[in-house]
DNA sequence: ATCAGCATGTAAGGCGTTACATGATTCA
DNA sequence: TGAATCATGTAACGCCTTACATGCTGAT
């Protein structure tokens, strides 16, 4: 396992249900957990190279019928004992990089329309990321019954909740800077 | 101007306002910033010594009364035009990285104790987190008629309000989590 | 005397993004 | 016929973290 490159433990935790290409990984970190967490082509290749030479994960049917090859990858016992492990273990970096707010606490250097102009674009792109968890949440009602997505579920409220803080705040903001000389 | 290196312009907002030491400029980064931003000295001396080959900063008074010396960089005016150009520009890239996500999502591969044990885990780092900056607030009430200080203001409360939306959150996963078999 | 804080930097190594390269299939 | 999607990978480049290297000052 390499140190500090964690695409390795997602996408162990997505091979924990179901034997997946490098493709189709991608396709998954796009959906819901790239609200969390992104990867690609670059990073994720790669990562399963890595793996499959060191045994975490091994190549399945090559299923080659007529078209490119395709490969599916499987998650070993060490894969799986890497992925609990990691799950058990307390640490957990929580790295969160906002240039919205960057440029807010910066916003002295500039009048006020222009911080302004930057709450606005940012509560526009909130709202078209939270109709985009709701329809998410909408879904994953309808199956709450099976115990994985209980934690999706989990995952896409978290979202939800944080996103509807955020357009609290862009409502205050506003109100704050608008009633504000200069 | 690198491309991607956006630690070049939080150094440029905090030498808008004065001139600053490298070190000066890591300990202003490390206080409420550090919330939204991260920097290393590895990170700030060479970005410094780029943007001075490039004359978007300047050293002032090397100041070496005795000591060892102590080099106070003071931003130019290209310097300044370009963090205005940077306010000005609606792209804002706000990259989160959540691990205690990840393992709530593929919290499934382990029983919900591990899911649990987690998020209390969470919730003990964001009380400790939101004391901080709930003082952070308080001091910045008292001076909140000097323009500045308006936008350390909102960048505070933006920290606050999503912390508080987190703290809730747990309260609702601890609670389904709990009440379901397994 | 010793430890924490002040102060500046370099070096190695790792990770990630972006672009490039290639080619098949399916649908309009 | 052309565009989008499927599918796998590599290469360059850049950025950041971590550790290392050095040495002074002030407080206990």
Redesign the interface.
Known sequence: MAKDR?ID??IL?LL??EDLTGYDIKKRIDG??S????GSFGNIYPSLSDMEKNGFVEKRRAETKGRREKILYHITEKG?DA??E???T?Q???????????????????DKS??L??IR??EERVKADLAVLKGYRESLEKVLDR??H???Y??V??GI??Y???L??CG??KK??GG?K?
Do not use: P
């Open positions: 964690k433990l997602v935790g924990f249900h819901a957990i609200f969390f967490w992104k799986s992925l609990k990691w799950l058990n307390e957990a970096a929580n790295d969160l990089k906002y240039e919205t707010l960057l440029k807010l606490y910066f916003g002295g250097a500039e222009t911080a102009e930057n674009y940012f115990q994985d209980v934690y999706y989990l995952t409220t978290f909740d944080t509807e803080a955020y609290k705040w205050k903001a704050m800077l504000m200069g």
